[in-house]
């Protein structure tokens, strides 16, 4: 699919949504099955968080402010800024406590995390996942936060929202464009039957590497992320069918490679039934005789029998993917779809 095509979607909503822009129809002859989470209303309450790095004092007023514009109250947590150690809003035991204190919020319908960078690993084992199962919400987070998309999925069996950069970015870009995240769209919608809708690709472009069809849950993330929860209670799951999404953000090839080896050999893609592979971006410092790794990604992947699908970029900056994990979902990638069942 060429820059700025239409990808039209001919069933449910499709996961592959630009955070910016997009146009919805409606076609009240169809329904989508809705997700576990109900949808958020005006006046719900967003609690806003950092489980590992901090932001700056001066982007809370404009993610306030863009919050308030569309209808909720904001909360913040008492972790904010980057005073600590490595950058990192607080110790672990207080990044901990503001997470739990939002989970055992029950009016605090969605968690929104701003952090960048590591940070959220030492938060799983302290978690209160019966208090987000008494208490169920949504929670939206990037980067290093896909360990805590697992862990919510695997231990409180809730779906979450990953996006694929940063939520001050995203949310200062639909300021600046006057766009709206898709992710909040998602919330919005998540229990109503409107589909279909279509999404304006931006930035990328979305390749068949492997022709088939697969159903399966809806799991991912951060290769290396992955990696390191590798024989963990939090690890990807083998009991049940999946649809892998990875991606990876300034890592060198052969640290790609490396995490890649450590997930096949624990087991990790036993149950995988497609792949989903969203924006690999190698560091700016990667010597140019490396070997490249959308090669190291074709060597692993063209080789399996699945059906695989790629999202690449055709520029440095693309816009902002939001992947509804933990959700059932049928990857098509000759049709070049994939839709919640």
Same mark, same amino acid.
């Given at each position: 699919?060429?820059?700025?095509?239409?990808?039209?979607?001919?069933?449910?909503?499709?996961?592959?949504?630009?955070?910016?822009?997009?146009?919805?129809?409606?076609?009240?002859?169809?329904?989508?099955?809705?997700?576990?989470?109900?949808?958020?209303?005006?006046?719900?309450?967003?609690?806003?968080?950092?489980?590992?790095?901090?932001?700056?004092?001066?982007?809370?007023?404009?993610?306030?402010?863009?919050?308030?514009?569309?209808?909720?109250?904001?909360?913040?947590?008492?972790?904010?800024? +980057?005073?600590?150690?490595?950058? %990192?809003? $607080?110790?672990?035991?207080? !990044? @901990? =406590?503001? #997470?739990?204190?939002?989970?055992?919020?029950?009016?605090?319908?969605?968690?929104?995390?701003?952090?960048?960078?590591?940070?959220?690993?030492?938060?799983?084992?302290?978690?209160?996942?019966?208090?987000?199962?008494?208490?169920?919400?949504?929670?939206?987070?990037?980067?290093?936060?896909?360990?805590?998309?697992?862990?919510?999925?695997?231990?409180?069996?809730?779906?979450?929202?990953?996006?694929?950069?940063?939520?001050?970015?995203?949310?200062?870009?639909?300021?600046?464009?006057?766009?709206?995240?898709?992710?909040?769209?998602?919330?919005?919608?998540?229990?109503?039957?409107?589909?279909?809708?279509?999404?304006?690709?931006?930035?990328?472009?979305?390749?068949?590497?492997?022709? +088939?069809?697969?159903?399966?849950? %809806?799991? $991912?993330?951060?290769?290396? !992320? @992955? =990696?390191? #929860?590798?024989?963990?209670?939090?690890?990807?799951?083998?009991?049940?069918?999946?649809?892998?999404?990875?991606?990876?953000?300034?890592?060198?090839?052969?640290?790609?490679?490396?995490?890649?080896?450590?997930?096949?050999?624990?087991?990790?893609?036993?149950?995988?039934?497609?792949?989903?592979?969203?924006?690999?971006?190698?560091?700016?410092?990667?010597?140019?005789?490396?070997?490249?790794?959308?090669?190291?990604?074709?060597?692993?992947?063209?080789?399996?029998?699945?059906?695989?699908?790629?999202?690449?970029?055709?520029?440095?900056?693309?816009?902002?993917?939001?992947?509804?994990?933990?959700?059932?979902?049928?990857?098509?990638?000759?049709?070049?779809?994939?839709?919640?069942?």
């Amino acid at each position: 699919m060429k820059r700025r095509d239409f990808l039209t979607i001919p069933a449910a909503s499709c996961l592959f949504s630009a955070m910016n822009s997009c146009q919805t129809t409606m076609k009240p002859e169809q329904t989508v099955h809705s997700i576990s989470l109900p949808a958020i209303q005006n006046g719900d309450t967003i609690g806003c968080l950092c489980t590992a790095g901090g932001i700056e004092p001066a982007q809370q007023e404009p993610i306030e402010r863009f919050f308030q514009s569309q209808g909720y109250r904001v909360r913040w947590g008492a972790y904010l800024g +980057g005073d600590f150690l490595y950058g %990192l809003s $607080g110790a672990t035991q207080e !990044r @901990l =406590a503001d #997470l739990n204190a939002f989970i055992r919020d029950e009016e605090i319908k969605v968690i929104v995390d701003l952090s960048d960078g590591y940070g959220a690993l030492p938060l799983l084992v302290g978690i209160d996942f019966d208090a987000l199962r008494t208490y169920p919400k949504w929670f939206i987070g990037y980067s290093d936060r896909t360990v805590l998309h697992l862990a919510i999925y695997k231990k409180a069996e809730l779906h979450s929202i990953m996006v694929t950069d940063s939520v001050p970015d995203c949310i200062n870009n639909s300021i600046n464009n006057e766009g709206f995240p898709a992710w909040l769209r998602f919330l919005r919608l998540s229990s109503m039957n409107e589909t279909p809708f279509f999404v304006r690709q931006h930035k990328f472009t979305i390749e068949t590497w492997v022709s +088939g069809q697969a159903r399966g849950k %809806l799991i $991912g993330g951060r290769v290396s !992320r @992955l =990696a390191g #929860l590798a024989g963990t209670d939090f690890a990807v799951p083998t009991e049940e069918d999946v649809i892998l999404f990875l991606e990876e953000s300034d890592e060198y090839a052969y640290r790609v490679d490396r995490c890649l080896t450590q997930l096949f050999e624990s087991g990790a893609f036993s149950r995988v039934r497609g792949i989903v592979l969203g924006r690999f971006r190698s560091p700016e410092d990667e010597p140019d005789d490396q070997i490249d790794l959308i090669d190291v990604l074709r060597e692993r992947f063209l080789s399996l029998n699945l059906p695989v699908l790629s999202l690449q970029t055709t520029e440095k900056e693309n816009d902002t993917l939001s992947m509804v994990l933990g959700t059932m979902v049928e990857l098509n990638s000759d049709e070049k779809i994939l839709n919640y069942i």
